[in-house]
């Protein structure tokens, strides 16, 4: 557990951030716009690599694979999990006029809307979280090749 600290205190951050950047949106009218979603795979990919940076350090300059993955999936994770959370709680509690908005936007045909925005919101977070570990690893991981 006590490897895992540093990727939930990271995790907990991005999440703020993730909410933060929402709020902001929210107050600007902009948050039924999909496209300014796309920044929040900057925030999270920002929290991974700053896990991922700081994990190395710790180990003195090493990195292997499987240590820095667990690290950078984990934060995504835990970030994506508090952010869906949130969101959930936003949609249904905060501004219930939220769905009906987002549906006149984005679908008119579907019986359970919310449930497919919650999903989406998750499985967006965690392919996210996947993809950019596994490109910032190519960065960080310890080589095994000799140096010349």
Same mark, same amino acid.
């Given at each position: 557990?006590?490897?895992?600290?540093?990727?939930?205190? =990271?995790? /907990?951050?991005?999440?703020?951030?993730? /909410?933060? !950047?929402?709020?902001?949106?929210?107050?600007?009218?902009?948050?039924?716009?999909?496209?300014?979603?796309? =920044? %929040?795979?900057?925030?999270?990919? =920002?929290?991974?690599?700053?896990?991922?940076?700081?994990?190395?350090?710790?180990?003195?300059?090493?990195?292997? !694979?499987?240590?820095?993955?667990?690290?950078?999936?984990?934060?995504?994770?835990?970030?994506? /999990?508090?952010?869906? /959370?949130?969101?959930?709680? !936003?949609?249904?509690?905060?501004?219930?006029?939220?769905?009906?908005?987002?549906?006149?936007?984005?679908?008119?045909?579907?019986? %359970?809307?919310?449930?497919?925005?919650? =999903?989406?919101?998750?499985?967006?977070?965690?392919?996210?979280?996947?993809?950019?570990?596994?490109?910032?690893?190519?960065?960080?991981?310890?080589?095994?090749?000799?140096?010349?």
């Amino acid at each position: 557990m006590k490897n895992l600290t540093l990727p939930i205190r =990271f995790g /907990i951050v991005t999440s703020a951030v993730l /909410i933060a !950047y929402f709020l902001i949106l929210s107050l600007l009218g902009k948050h039924t716009n999909i496209f300014y979603s796309l =920044f %929040n795979g900057i925030i999270t990919g =920002f929290g991974i690599y700053e896990t991922l940076k700081i994990t190395k350090l710790r180990n003195n300059g090493k990195l292997g !694979y499987g240590e820095g993955f667990k690290a950078g999936v984990t934060t995504g994770v835990v970030a994506t /999990i508090l952010f869906t /959370i949130f969101f959930a709680i !936003y949609a249904t509690e905060l501004n219930a006029s939220f769905l009906g908005e987002l549906s006149e936007v984005w679908s008119k045909d579907y019986q %359970n809307f919310e449930g497919i925005v919650f =999903f989406t919101v998750a499985i967006m977070g965690i392919a996210t979280s996947l993809v950019l570990t596994l490109s910032f690893m190519q960065l960080f991981k310890s080589s095994n090749n000799p140096k010349k």
